[in-house]
């Protein structure tokens, strides 16, 4: 995922292969988001931003973190579903049943952390909208719509796993890291109207 073309990363999504899919895409969007919000944040130093030095510094280096980190999960969640195509390839019977439970409860993860990620982006799209520069606060709202489709994509990506899953106590937590979701949602469609209100003016 980390060495590949955008072309051919966008030639693989569209075959017919098991991975990447959503999960993958998804990852993909926070990354993108986080990269917005690296760039902003870099625009946003000098004398004229040395009041929120600090939190502009902060800001860098946590999205310049969770860009490398949304990279990883994709790559993760190529991994995982690959497992879930191979579960469902084994003989039909208890084990099979068993190891595609497993699979899809792996499977669930990545896009989970996805989807925790993708609501810290807002809260740093929240932090930088403020205080960054303004010829490039679009990008802001940029980041947050990036985030925003990370964050309803990787739910998806959770919620379509969650019925294979025959541990309940799996599946509760699972569901549970969702929870915070459809606030992020909102927050980030905030965001963006801002944004727009700003450049309306």
């Excluded at 060495?3 to 899919?21: E, N």
């Excluded at 993760?76 to 579960?87: K, L, S, T, W």
């Excluded at 003989?91 to 699979?103: F, H, T």
């Amino acid at each position: 995922m980390r060495d590949t073309t955008i072309s051919g990363f966008l030639d693989r999504l569209a075959d017919r292969v098991p991975a990447p899919g959503g999960g993958a895409s998804a990852a993909l969007h926070a990354a993108q988001a986080a990269a917005l919000l690296g760039m902003v944040a870099r625009y946003s130093t000098g004398d004229r931003y040395a009041a929120h030095a600090a939190t502009i510094a902060s800001v860098t280096a946590e999205a310049d973190a969770l860009r490398a980190r949304a990279l990883i999960l994709a790559e993760e969640d190529m991994a995982a579903f690959g497992a879930v195509a191979e579960a469902y390839g084994l003989p039909k019977g208890e084990e099979r049943s068993a190891a595609i439970g497993r699979a899809l409860a792996g499977a669930a993860e990545p896009p989970a952390a996805v989807a925790e990620c993708a609501a810290r982006l807002v809260e740093l799209c929240e932090a930088l909208l403020p205080i960054g520069n303004r010829n490039v606060i679009t990008d802001v709202a940029a980041a947050a719509d990036a985030a925003r489709a990370a964050l309803s994509t990787a739910r998806v990506n959770v919620e379509v796993n969650l019925s294979g899953i025959a541990d309940a106590g799996a599946r509760e937590a699972l569901a549970s890291r969702l929870a915070g979701v459809d606030g992020a949602l909102a927050r980030a469609d905030r965001v963006t109207a801002e944004v727009r209100e700003e450049i309306a003016k």
